[in-house]
């Protein structure tokens, strides 16, 4: 039997703003990885504006890309 990884509910916001990086950090893993749409249980185009953000984050350094 498979293991299944418990879903976090987490309030979805109505705009997903790059510079709150409170917000962004709850679909990051320790490793600075972002969680999958089946992990955070999050339709797919909120999904996909997080990842957006996410990615912005990072390019202006507000996000580590890696996590040591």
């Known amino acids: 039997m498979a293991y299944q990884a418990e879903r976090e509910e987490v309030e979805i ?9 409170a917000y962004l950090k709850l679909f990051t893993n320790p490793h600075a990885k972002m969680l999958s749409k089946k992990r955070t249980g999050i339709p797919a185009g909120k999904q996909r504006d997080i990842m957006q953000a996410i990615k912005r984050a990072r390019y202006m350094a507000l996000l580590p890309y890696v996590s040591a």
């Open 13 to 21: 916001k109505k705009f997903i703003d790059y510079k709150d990086v």
